[in-house]
């Protein structure tokens, strides 16, 4: 399946996919394996002109932590608009980039921007009813919390609640991890609460 493919797909059925639902689409073993091929996403994520584009705001050290498809441009706008970009990010220091990707185009150009700067005039050019692709990027001198309690976890929690950051899987994509960030959770599908414990035989023959 090719990225126009993947995204034609989801645009197609936009009506009935929550806008949580196509955060972290690029994970292999996240929520949006259900409706498309992750792979597709993570190769962009991981493509050179995206990891080019982040080593001019963020240097040689970039680790990716999320990414999240919009249908439609004029929705990421409204998030801009809101405030929410860097609201939910648990990183400290708080620094890191978004790589923007206009993927409704045939040759789809790396836009990064410094989270600081990012703002709605930041898309302006683009077409407000195409799709877009949003990678966030922390610098390997940040430290992702993955504690639940974090501020930007528990605010995530109250307003995106099939959103859960603190397990999601990291990638170094370029460089070295000089944060001691926790590269192992997140990389494999998660175990459903009701599969640990003894067998129903062993509890007494419960069916």
């Not at 999320?66 to 405030?83: H, P, V």
């Not at 700067?117 to 692709?133: F, H, K, R, T, W």
């Amino acid at each position: 399946m090719s990225v126009s493919e993947a995204v034609a797909g989801i645009v197609a059925r936009k009506a009935t996919v929550r806008q949580e639902r196509l955060s972290g689409i690029h994970n292999p073993w996240g929520q949006a394996i259900g409706f498309t091929d992750a792979w597709v996403f993570l190769g962009l994520c991981e493509s050179q002109g995206v990891v080019d584009a982040a080593r001019d705001i963020l240097g040689p050290d970039i680790i990716l932590w999320d990414s999240e498809l919009f249908t439609e441009m004029r929705s990421y706008t409204e998030f801009l608009r809101e405030g929410r970009e860097g609201r939910y990010w648990p990183v400290r220091p708080l620094a890191g980039a978004v790589v923007l990707l206009p993927v409704g185009q045939a040759d789809p150009q790396p836009m990064a921007i410094g989270l600081n700067e990012i703002g709605q005039n930041v898309l302006e050019m683009l077409d407000p009813s195409a799709p877009i692709y949003v990678i966030r990027l922390i610098p390997g001198t940040s430290h992702f919390d993955r504690d639940p309690q974090h501020p930007a976890h528990r605010l995530c929690m109250e307003e995106q609640v099939l959103i859960n950051y603190a397990s999601r899987p990291l990638w170094l994509l370029s460089g070295v991890d000089r944060a001691k960030n926790d590269l192992v959770t997140g990389f494999a599908a998660a175990v459903p609460t009701w599969a640990s414990g003894a067998l129903p035989t062993q509890r007494g023959g419960e069916i």
